[in-house]
């Protein structure tokens, strides 16, 4: 195995019993990029020389002995937290010359806990998209065939980790943005509860939805992230000020007993029929290991989607009224007055994914439509929300699978937008709900395409999804397969 | 048809962008598809059910009130894509 292979705990023995070095690591991972990255194109800007000084300063700790949780771990960001004096574009046209003054708490964090920041992954514009196909910047593609989407918004930071381009990365999931294209992938991606990770730093989207979350090659690497990552932050208001406890200690641990809740709403039609077998499969597994299948109803499952296409888009064209050319970013060099200037900038720097959610966004919350819509939304997403209640009355933890078919093909579904937001059926409703959810590897189709299973859990309990996660992935035995780049 | 073609114009301006006759079209068509499929919500009676407004129990985020470190004026406009002395710069606003 080549070191750009390993999982964050191998790596971490490896450098404890003094067997390979920060530096070799960081190199191994960049040797790896200079192969395959003009392929996939995970990143919108790497940062090769900073990588090499964090590395080179990492080894110089070790040699103290001071370890901390990701010492000379290479990580990959979503080009969406803002990092201090390194451009921050959010795969926009609009913010393609964007310099933060400051860094995302998620990036304190991570730098503060020893890891090498190997670049900026790219994404769907603004995190609007399913695909990575929205990107100012060009699309991402699958490692596991070339010819597919990675799944997205957070694509790049999928792909980084699947083609062993960095050890983990940093995403942020609205309606699924981890979890999608963790499952597309074929690696582990967890969204937090909502407030477990500050926000402080990561571009808006939807704010009453957005959440950062870890992408890991195995469980116990998102044990480790999760470790780091999450936490109060005073600097965040919607940020709780609740325990944390040490995801590790959930890793390794028997699920005898647990009541897993199959939602019947999830398994209607639509779903592929190798995704339908594997999450079977996924079942039979978890009864070996002890747990007892309970099927339950979540009836608004139906509704999600709707829910998410007013509230999401509402939330975005408020947060998305900064870009005017103004304070930062992009602003249209042939204009005459200034609302000439901003509605020019807007159309020249928005890609059009990001125009017709501000579209609809501001239409659902324009004078006499707000009860229609916005109202009318906030109100099923409280249905949504009881649901999930009712639902823990009966099950410790939740399964579905993650996404309804595997990597679609690249342009697929670019004129579709109905059909392109129904990929983020099943990962919709946490968002909404607020709850956690984790992504699974969970076996492959005929044609070699990885298919994830998703758990979903009460708030603040991505804990027990840790567990089950876990035992699970050791249970299953799930064939450990790389992608042929 | 929910939305005419004049309303999207309408909608493009309140949301300051400016869009060509073919993305008028283009836009009218896929927003009014959208648009039809989120009237779903309309087969749920939601008479008094509260709208959700926070995924968890949120009270307001307090702290003290002391003086910290910003920014300050040099940082804040250096993105800017047109300032001087300690402003950002605009193309006029009146005639």
């Known amino acids: 195995m080549e070191l750009h292979q390993l999982t964050i705990h191998e790596l971490q023995e490896k450098i404890k019993e003094g067997k390979t070095s920060a530096e070799q690591i960081a190199e191994s991972v960049f040797q790896r990029i200079d192969a395959v ?32 949780a990701l010492t000379g771990i290479p990580i990959a960001l979503k080009d969406i937290v803002c990092t201090k004096g390194i451009s921050t574009t959010c795969g926009s046209h609009i913010l393609h010359n964007f310099v933060p003054p400051y860094d995302a708490t998620v990036v304190e964090k991570l730098r503060d806990a020893g890891a090498v920041f190997v670049g900026k992954a790219n994404m769907d514009e603004f995190a609007m998209g399913s695909s990575t196909e929205t990107s100012y910047f060009g699309p991402t593609r699958n490692p596991w065939d070339l010819e597919r989407i990675p799944g997205g918004s957070s694509g790049g930071s999928a792909t980084a980790v699947a083609a062993d381009e960095c050890i983990a990365s940093i995403g942020s999931d609205t309606g699924g943005s981890i979890r999608q294209p963790a499952a597309l992938c074929g690696i582990v991606g967890l969204k937090p509860t909502y407030g477990r990770v500050s926000r402080f730093g ?284 | 048809m929910k939305l005419s073609s004049q309303e999207v114009e309408y909608v493009a301006h309140l949301a300051r962008l400016e869009i060509t006759d073919k993305e008028k079209d283009k836009l009218t068509a896929q927003l009014n598809d959208i648009l039809l499929y989120i009237d779903k919500l309309n087969e749920l009676d939601t008479k008094g059910v509260e709208p959700m407004s926070h995924a968890i129990a949120v009270t307001n985020a307090f702290r003290e009130d002391n003086i910290v470190d910003s920014i300050g004026t040099e940082k804040s406009l250096a993105n800017a894509p047109d300032a001087r002395g300690e402003f950002f710069r605009v193309p006029k606003v009146i005639d």
Not at chain 1, 54 to 63: F, G, P, Q, S, Y
Not at chain 1, 252 to 272: L, M, N, R, S, T
């Open chain 1, 37 to 68: 990255e003009k392929r996939v194109h995970s990143y919108i800007r790497l940062m090769k020389d900073e990588a090499m000084a964090v590395a080179d300063k990492a080894d110089k700790d070790i040699k103290k002995g001071d370890i901390k």
């Open chain 1, 202 to 485: 990561l571009v808006a989207f939807a704010s009453s939805l957005d959440q950062i979350g870890p992408f890991t090659k195995d469980v116990e690497d998102c044990a480790i992230m999760m470790n780091v990552l999450a936490g109060y932050d005073p600097r965040e208001s919607t940020s709780v000020r609740a325990e944390i406890p040490d995801y590790r200690q959930f890793v390794g641990h028997d699920i005898k007993g647990w009541k897993v809740g199959i939602p019947k709403e999830y398994f209607v039609e639509g779903i592929d029929p190798e995704v339908n077998s594997a999450i079977q499969k996924t079942i039979t597994v978890l009864e070996k290991s002890g747990a007892k299948i309970v099927e339950i109803s979540l009836p608004h499952t139906q509704y999600c989607l709707a829910v998410y296409y007013i509230i999401a888009p509402a939330e975005a064209s408020s947060n998305l009224a900064r870009y005017d050319g103004v304070k930062y970013g992009f602003r249209s060099p042939d204009s005459g007055d200034l609302l000439d200037m901003y509605k020019k900038t807007r159309m020249q720097g928005f890609g059009a994914e990001v125009k017709r959610r501000i579209m609809i966004g501001t239409y659902a919350l324009s004078a006499g439509y707000y009860d229609a819509y916005y109202k009318k939304a906030s109100q099923v997403r409280s249905l949504i929300k009881r649901d999930f209640e009712e639902a823990w009355k009966k099950c410790d933890v939740i399964l579905t699978p993650t996404t309804p078919t595997p990597a679609f093909k690249i342009g697929e579904k670019t004129d579709n937008p109905l059909q392109m937001y129904l990929s983020d059926v099943f990962t919709i409703s946490s968002n909404l709900a607020g709850i956690p959810g984790i992504s699974v590897p969970c076996g492959f189709t005929s044609d070699g395409l990885p298919i994830g299973v998703q758990f979903l859990a009460g708030h603040f309990e991505e804990g027990k999804l840790i567990q089950i996660a876990s035992a699970y992935e050791k249970n299953a035995k799930i064939e450990k397969r790389r992608p042929k780049l």
